[in-house]
């Protein structure tokens, strides 16, 4: 399947060749409409799992998108919660990828090599700041 920004906006990868692949919010919607007839209750597992497809390749917009996808998700959840309020809804990642990196320390030359982070921190940083 296709990310969201490839099917709903750029229309690349697979989506000429299959044009009807359904979301996230579509198949959480249809799971959660078929599983709520059951009498004695379920278990749904809704996992964005292509953002981690696209994080490790450092495909950041696709990720970005899926995981609007994924909010989208768990606002149906919460939106079929407020009807059900025996529901629990549990949102957690699995792990994290270079989406998750924020910066590096600066490398300052009169920084001493090997130094410690809190030490070019404090190196670079004038005291009484």
Avoid at 8 to 26: A, G
Avoid at 74 to 89: M, N, R, S
């Amino acid at each position: 399947m296709d990310g969201s920004l490839d099917r709903l906006y750029l229309k690349k990868n697979t989506v000429e060749q299959y044009p009807n692949q359904p979301d996230l919010t579509e198949m959480t919607q249809s799971a959660l409409d078929m599983l709520s007839r059951n009498p004695y209750g379920f278990f749904l597992m809704v996992e964005a799992a292509l953002i981690d497809k696209f994080n490790p390749s450092l495909d950041w917009e696709r990720a970005a998108f899926d995981t609007i996808m994924l909010s989208n998700a768990v606002q149906i959840a919460k939106d079929f919660a407020k009807k059900h309020p025996d529901t629990l809804i549990i949102v957690t990642p699995d792990h994290t990828h270079s989406g998750s990196i924020g910066g590096v320390v600066h490398q300052d030359p009169c920084v001493k090599k090997g130094a410690s982070t809190l030490q070019r921190v404090t190196q670079i940083i004038p005291k009484g700041s």
